[in-house]
């Protein structure tokens, strides 16, 4: 992530009038079963996507607001990312893709009975919004829905 002085001054003036978006809640449901019985789904803002699918776009209008699912079962070889942003660097990503997309570790803490089970899709968003109100009122509500038709108890959100 770039320091503000290191940016340049129209860069650094829109960080600084970058909208900030607060709620006036925080939305919290207490886990009704053991964490081992529940089913647990990754859902990241690091714009991943499998190989071969749509790759996420630079919306000139602030970013890209769609999502991408990503079966639980596919490898990392096959997960490639396409999101783009200034200020971020994809040298750990490259490394190790359970860096912000640990769904191998997720099958390790189901293979260890530590969780019941993986959702069987992950979800990914791109970064970087600056109008985030499409994800909050359209994209973000499907997801939600395709979450609970898979039965998913616990979602792990790995912010990029």
Known sequence: MPR?????????????????????????????QLLSQSTVALVTSAGLHVRGDKPFMTNPKGGDTSYRAIPSITKASDIVQSHTSIGFDHTAIYQDLNVTFPLDRLHELAARGVIGRVAPTAYSFMGALRDPRPLLNDTGPEVAERLKADGVDVVLLTPT
């Open 4 to 32: 503000l002085e290191s940016l340049s001054e129209v860069q650094r003036q829109m960080l600084l009038g970058f909208p900030c978006l607060e709620q006036a809640t925080t939305p919290w449901q207490p886990l009704p």
